[in-house]
């Protein structure tokens, strides 16, 4: 009771251990953005299996999951010993290279422990001690591991996405964020935004611009903020996606004829209007005024 009362009367340091936390999370998150789609490839290969051949054995294939096999590195084998977990600071005093034998350790790794960490003393800064803080940090920590994969493989995992749309819809039945009817309005509206979008570009140019994950995505935004924060996401996830894309074309890092996944700019949107979508709201409707 000490603690809480603590954490009550001192924001910083509610600050802090939300923040530290998040680095022990960021760290997770990484196993998570690693493992989660290579675990979903083998569950589609092993479904296909049994479609194709309902009658052949299954083949015993080793546990692979969040927690098994342990973490080790690629090259050699060698196991990551504690020691050389702990979020950013193993990664600095490895100089970003195996112990064992010296392979680099991509620097993605402390940036998404970094990015944890500082996203979870943001919202505890924002929204202060309390269940909101707490809900914001869960939301903010799976929007980025879904930025992340999507970066990576172009898939919003299910097993993220929808989890935080009823996760949203339960924070604010007890109104944490904007009211129920707001709530569920925004994850009709949002799915529907851009199932919409899709179809309408579908036959027009007979492609699909986006997949169905950055539907199910923008719904679960909708379930935490509501719907008028909705329009504030489509837009500022469309002009960072829009110059972020003729950016990399422009420095010719990108082929033009391979889609750009349009998760992660959606997640940082929804993220931003988390912690400022009062101020972003305020600003629309001041421009709506002039």
Known sequence: MA?????????????????????????????VIHRLPIMMDREWRSD????????????????????????CC???????????????????????????????IAARYPVIEALAGVMGAVVAWRFGFGVAALLAACLSWGLL??????????????????????????????????????????A???????????????????KEGMGYGDFKLLGALGAWLGWPL???????????GAVVGLGLIALKSHDRAKPIPFGPYLAAAGWICLVWGDVLSGLFAVGGGL
């Not at 603690?3 to 196993?31: D, M, Q, R």
């Not at 979008?197 to 007979?206: N, R, S």
């Not at 909705?230 to 960072?240: F, Q, T």
Request: hydrophobic share 60%; with cysteine.
């Open 3 to 31: 603690l809480f009362e603590l954490l009550a009367a001192e924001p910083a340091a509610f600050i802090a251990l939300l923040g530290t936390f998040g680095l022990l999370v960021g760290s997770f998150l990484n196993v």
């Open 48 to 71: 296909c299996a049994t479609l194709l051949d309902p009658d052949a054995q299954a083949v015993a294939a080793a546990p692979y999951n969040l927690a098994v096999p342990r973490s």
């Open 74 to 104: 690629p090259r050699c084998g060698a196991g990551i010993s504690a020691i050389d977990n702990i979020p950013v600071l193993s990664w600095l005093a490895l100089r970003g290279r195996c112990r064992h034998c010296s392979a680099p």
């Open 145 to 186: 591991a879904l930025a992340a994969i999507d970066y990576d493989t172009m898939l919003l995992p299910d097993t993220i996405t929808l989890p935080l749309l009823w996760l949203g819809l339960l924070a604010n039945l007890f109104g944490v964020f904007t009211t129920l009817e707001t709530a569920v309005v925004g």
């Open 188 to 206: 009709m509206a949002g799915y529907l935004a851009l199932w919409s979008i899709f179809w309408a570009f579908k036959l027009a140019t007979g």
């Open 230 to 240: 909705l329009p504030s996401i489509i837009l500022a996830a469309a002009a960072v």
